[in-house]
């Protein structure tokens, strides 16, 4: 079981909440030190669970434990108080490196690389490596945490069984981010290839350094995947990343063609025309050893479309 904090303890441990990192459909992450180790201390909103359903879940999720998923430390369950506490992540969320490249400097294509299979290996360990599959229903940016050394991993999981699922506002922050939602949210029973579908959104974010809803740009270009979609009709692949286009991008141009036809992939309308995380991960250590003849299908296009989405 993980440890067991009181509040004041959190309280103290974050000089009152004071350093907020950042926050969400779940609630607020401050910075605080326990032990002299710095740790991200998550206060919840909408949990209204009583004490045991809380803490049978804490242990769940305190049974997962990856190198690519947020190491969970411990918690507290004190009164209408619950908070979760996790493992510091220095350079902080994925999103501030795709979307604020002037602050934060351009990630290079293997850096990419790399996060993107962390993403991937995460993910599979969640929807084929535990004792029961998980679906994560939020996979966007701002759940991928980034160490010092740009080692990814997955936040946020498991969160969806903690929240009160009669508080509308909460159920749709659980039900994913507008930008990420597959197309079956709206008709049919919601599998772990939900995560798969907004897997390949964020693959195309990271590559092109543009958000999947753009609403500052041309309408046509406001949704990533409609222009991933023109631009693989009309063989222009490249011209989806010009704006984030590296030297190493330019080299490894085959790769990078490659990486987007795996998005692709992953972006199926059909869920069951979508690949296992597992079968992702085996293309692009394929591609890691410059193997890109690995077999990819035939895409069904268009994809859906949604205003909301």
Not at 29 to 51: M, S
Not at 262 to 281: E, F, G, K, T, Y
């Amino acid at each position: 079981m993980p440890t067991r904090f009181s509040f004041e303890k959190l309280r103290e441990c974050t000089e009152g909440f004071s350093k907020i990192l950042g926050g969400g459909g779940f609630g607020s992450v401050f910075e605080g030190k326990l032990d002299e180790e710095t740790v991200a201390v998550k206060r919840l909103e909408g949990a209204r669970q009583g004490k045991k359903e809380f803490l049978a879940e804490v242990e769940t999720i305190g049974s997962i434990e990856h190198i690519n998923l947020i190491k969970f430390i411990g918690f507290c369950a004190e009164k209408s108080q619950r908070l979760l506490v996790y493992e510091y992540m220095s350079r902080g969320s994925l999103d501030r490196w795709i979307y604020n490249r002037r602050n934060n400097g351009r990630l290079d294509w293997s850096t990419q690389c790399k996060i993107i299979l962390d993403i991937a290996k995460g993910l599979c360990y969640l929807h084929e490596g535990c004792r029961r599959k998980i679906a994560h229903l939020d996979i966007k940016p701002e759940n991928i945490l980034l160490d010092e050394n740009f080692n990814a991993k997955v936040a946020d999981f498991g969160l969806s069984k903690l929240i009160d699922r009669d508080q509308s506002k909460v159920m749709t922050m659980m039900r994913g981010t507008p930008g990420y939602l597959a197309p079956e949210w709206l008709t049919s029973h919601i599998t772990e290839k939900v995560d798969v579908y907004s897997f390949g959104v964020v693959i195309l974010e990271i590559m092109s350094g543009r958000k999947s809803i753009d609403r500052s740009r041309p309408e046509e270009d406001v949704h990533i995947i409609y222009l991933l979609r023109e631009k693989a009709q009309n063989d222009q692949w490249i011209d989806l990343i010009v704006d984030n286009n590296s030297d190493d991008m330019v080299a490894g141009q085959e790769e990078v063609i490659q990486m987007m036809k795996l998005a692709m992939w992953c972006l199926q309308n059909d869920s069951s025309h979508r690949p296992s995380m597992s079968m992702v991960i085996k293309v692009l250590e394929a591609f890691h050893k410059g193997n890109f003849d690995v077999y990819i299908p035939n895409f069904d296009m268009p994809w859906h479309h949604n205003d909301e989405n």
